[in-house]
């Protein structure tokens, strides 16, 4: 446990000796733990009983480009809810923010998965441009389908679209405030492996268009079945 983990049990949560924890490490699972010491500058704890076993790590993979500061956090967090394996953040011609601080992602992720006992934090991959992901996607990613979601795509519900992709490993791309240019619109669906998919009649906020798109994932072929 480090230090502000050990600070942040003993005078934010005021946990003392003989009191009861439940932590995770990501390979092994969620632990019931007592504390056996609880100096400011660390705690011990005793490693009691395993509560839960560690769940595989997902493999659904989510890109989006990101939006600016609080709103970033949010779909990070939602993400990590939503159950998704990989964040990779993803620069396209109308992204708003240009400096991400990965620190400040990964921190919203370990949050999100602590206050939803995921117990396998995502991987946030480095950003990348969106040329450079559709120009190495078949390298980097198999055959991995890319699920589009454009708010240029004629209304219409996803779930034939992803019914008919039930055993594939899945991508799901969601663009900026402003939506993906004409160019961007273009490449991506020249893309053999991209499926571009509708999220109904509106135009969705960015933030808004995660939850939706991963919920309908998750709940057609992903693990909400
Ligand atoms: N261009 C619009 C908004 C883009 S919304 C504008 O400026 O008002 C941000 C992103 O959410 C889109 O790029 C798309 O990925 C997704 N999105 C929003 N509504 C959608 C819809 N009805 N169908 C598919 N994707 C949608």
Redesign the pocket.
């Known amino acids: 446990m480090n230090k502000d983990q050990s600070l942040y049990l003993a005078a934010v949560l005021r946990k003392a000796v003989g009191d009861e924890v439940v932590l995770f490490n990501g390979r092994d699972g969620a632990w019931l733990c007592r504390l056996i010491s609880d100096s400011k500058k660390s705690v011990t704890l005793d490693a009691v009983e395993q509560i839960a076993p560690q769940t595989p790590p997902s493999d659904l993979w989510y890109g989006f480009a990101p939006l600016k500061s609080e709103r970033l956090d949010y779909v990070i967090q939602k993400a990590v809810e939503m159950g998704v394996g990989i964040i990779q953040p993803v620069m396209t011609q109308f992204t708003q923010l240009h400096r991400l601080k990965p620190e400040r992602l990964s921190a919203n992720a370990i949050e999100a998965a602590e206050q939803c006992e995921v117990l396998s934090v995502p991987q946030i991959a480095p950003e990348t441009s969106l040329e450079a992901l559709l120009d190495t996607w078949p390298g980097v990613h198999g055959d991995r389908i890319l699920l589009f979601?454009?708010?240029a795509?004629a209304s219409a519900s996803p779930v034939a679209a992803l019914e008919r992709l039930a055993d594939r490993r899945i991508g799901l791309l969601?663009?900026?405030?402003?939506?993906?240019s004409d160019a961007e619109r273009a490449k991506l669906r020249a893309s053999p492996f991209v499926v571009p998919?509708?999220?109904?009649p509106?135009?969705?906020?960015?933030d808004t268009?995660a939850v939706a798109g991963l919920a309908v994932i998750q709940s057609i072929i992903g693990d909400w079945r």
Do not use: K, T
């Open positions: 979601a454009d708010e795509e969601i663009g900026p405030e402003g939506g993906f998919i509708s999220l109904g509106r135009i969705l906020r960015a268009a």
